[in-house]
């Protein structure tokens, strides 16, 4: 057993793994893999709508709310966002709170006016800023709701009086979340979704249509929506792993579960983080990620060793982005307790030596 | 055995079908599924650097062409083309030769000046348009090479004096191409490639970055070569079974095997449409598609019982598309010469049964 702690793509549950495997040879009773059906046969438009319910049933998406299924990453939702909501002479408000955050600004800034509101960069975005002018007129604020690279997360989300729009990628489905408080929140898929090659986007119908603007027909939700995200051929395999994945978190108890799950393993890595004297947390205590740990060594000469030992113990994937250094545990949905737990092993084993 | 006729997502070949499964279950010695293995790690480069060496050995792409693998479908690529090749106060010629072609024009619209240079329209689309006046000062002109819906077919590039834009998604690597002819290819996976979820886009690196506009950082083709399609997370599955689809031909002798199989199964189909008195071709016999063979009932009461008689001969897929009516039998590389028998059988009992 290999316990993967890479912040993306992300490991999927075994149980989703064996019957995603088993499609690409043989699809229910096709004879035909999934691979090679007509997106338009009744067996893949009964994944489609699957997916579409899972997606409604585990975060309680309202009918007024669409639920779509595209391509092109968060990276692409950083400007089709801004190009389908926000008018030339518009202005949207966007909070800094690392690198993605950035590239959202940028791509956005095409589009209309964009006030950041407030930024975290002064401490290398090592805490989730929350003291700060609400101008009035925006149309909407936007938020990158936990950030992979520093480890930082929104622990609620925040009630600015302006509608939402989020940039979930990598904490979706790891907890309830209160649709209604959003206009558009985006997600790609591979943390705790499914396979990289779709992008997961929730948007309330209501705001579109809303500007003037000439979009290109796939750059405008609304052909989606009119067609399912069938308007062309979808990124069909990766739905259909996606739909799995929702499926195991349905059977699982969904996201109430995952959210005590997640605190749980929080709970276990955190503390040694703080108990162990070989190591430190690398963000503000309040705004610690669930999904992303980040942490320090206490000694630079710690880093090498350390991961080696891990890898050992078949722990993989735990150094730290470039811009934080030390390590990153991502503790996605599906990484079990077991993991997590292993990994603490290796901490106390390495402190016992080391120290 | 089930031969699968639709027009796409269409057939891979068995071993590449194999090999797709084992890597979902695990992949090479990393004890880790392909779908959850991080873009970064060496192994997935590989694959990256592999899809990209196949697509050029395949198709013999100089060195001044860039090869990327994006997402979005051919859909994406209307746009996108014309966002980045052509000026707004700039004259592309396209050339009308169906369905996909007027969305292309539709989307280029947005973008500068589109003269539509010949058209097929009279006619339902069933001929390429051959003779008609170039106008000077085009930036390029753009053409479908294979026509899904109507079966039509370029048999040889044609030689305009002006660069060639093309949506070759469905005979792409069915026969050998001059890649200098054109500044810009683009293709849809999902016939001849691999499976839905990637589009692959060759371009001559050097006609890029020479219109003056604001373009998002993802819709950007400089973007994605920069970063060899790896500027965010790449669709990294399709890419995989793509690239073991282009193994599979390259270990089948290329396209030059390629084309002879599929004149091949060509004449061995369309022989059969001109000699049996049930069936008749419906488009001109010099532009029949080798991707898509469309073909009428002699009489209309023998469409719903050849469809059955073909089911139960496991030809699936054959219904003609609601534009042109009657069958459909699309032969893609994939599909081998034991499967245009077999339904050439099926015709041939048809006949003997209801002539």
């Given at each position: 057993?290999t316990?993967?702690f890479f ?5 999927l ?9 088993q499609?690409v040879?043989?699809?229910e009773?096709l004879?035909?893999?999934i691979l090679?059906?007509s997106?338009?046969s009744?067996q893949?438009v009964?994944v489609?709508d ?11 998406v ?5 639920v779509?299924f595209?391509?092109?990453?968060a990276?692409?939702q950083?400007?089709?966002?801004a190009?389908?909501?926000l008018g ?7 909070i ?5 955050s950035?590239k959202?600004?940028k791509?956005?800034?095409l ?11 002064d ?5 989730i800023p929350k ?12 938020l ?5 690279i520093s480890?930082?997360q929104?622990?609620?989300v ?5 509608p ?9 489905f790891?907890k309830p ?8 929140i ?8 499914g396979?990289?090659g ?5 948007v309330k ?5 809303k500007?003037e ?6 750059l ?5 929506i009119?067609k399912g995200s ?11 792993v ?5 499926e195991w978190?349905?059977?699982n108890?969904?996201?109430?579960a995952m959210q005590?799950?997640?605190e ?5 890595i955190?503390g ?14 309040d705004?610690?990620?669930?999904m ?5 060594p206490?000694?630079e000469?710690?880093?090498e060793?350390?991961?080696?030992m ?10 730290g982005?470039?811009?934080?250094g030390?390590f990153r545990?991502s503790?996605?949905?599906?990484m079990n307790?077991?993991?997590?737990q292993?990994?603490v092993d ?10």
């Amino acid at each position: 057993m290999t316990y993967n702690f890479f912040a993306g793509p992300a490991i999927l549950p075994k149980p989703v793994l064996e019957k995603a495997a088993q499609a690409v040879k043989s699809f229910e009773d096709l004879d035909l893999s999934i691979l090679e059906i007509s997106h338009r046969s009744p067996q893949f438009v009964a994944v489609m709508d699957k997916a579409e319910a899972n997606v409604r049933s585990l975060l309680n998406v309202p009918e007024d709310y669409a639920v779509l299924f595209l391509t092109g990453g968060a990276s692409s939702q950083f400007y089709f966002t801004a190009m389908n909501l926000l008018g030339e002479n518009e202005t949207a408000g966007y909070i800094d709170t690392g690198t993605w955050s950035n590239k959202a600004i940028k791509e956005a800034k095409l589009f209309g006016n964009i006030k950041v509101l407030a930024s975290s960069k002064d401490k290398n975005y090592s805490y989730i800023p929350k003291d700060f002018d609400i101008p009035s007129g925006l149309k909407y604020i936007h938020l990158t709701s936990n950030n992979t690279i520093s480890g930082t997360q929104y622990q609620e989300v925040p009630d600015y009086g302006v509608p939402l729009v989020c940039d979930m990628s990598s904490d979706i489905f790891s907890k309830p979340i209160d649709i209604k408080k959003f206009d558009l929140i985006y997600a790609g898929a591979q943390k705790n979704l499914g396979p990289a090659g779709v992008t997961l986007v929730i948007v309330k119908k209501d705001v579109l249509g809303k500007i003037e603007r000439d979009i290109p027909t796939m750059l405008d939700y609304r052909t989606h929506i009119a067609k399912g995200s069938m308007f062309n051929t979808p990124p069909a395999y990766p739905i259909y792993v996606s739909m799995l994945t929702m499926e195991w978190l349905l059977e699982n108890g969904g996201v109430n579960a995952m959210q005590k799950r997640n605190e749980e393993k929080a709970a276990l890595i955190y503390g040694e983080i703080d108990r162990n004297p070989c190591f430190k947390g690398s963000v503000h205590a309040d705004d610690r990620s669930r999904m992303n740990v980040t942490f320090l060594p206490t000694n630079e000469a710690f880093v090498e060793p350390f991961l080696a030992m891990a890898k050992e113990a078949r722990c993989v994937g735990l150094a730290g982005h470039r811009s934080v250094g030390g390590f990153r545990a991502s503790t996605y949905n599906s990484m079990n307790i077991e993991g997590v737990q292993k990994l603490v092993d290796v901490m106390q084993a390495f402190a016992k030596k080391h120290n």
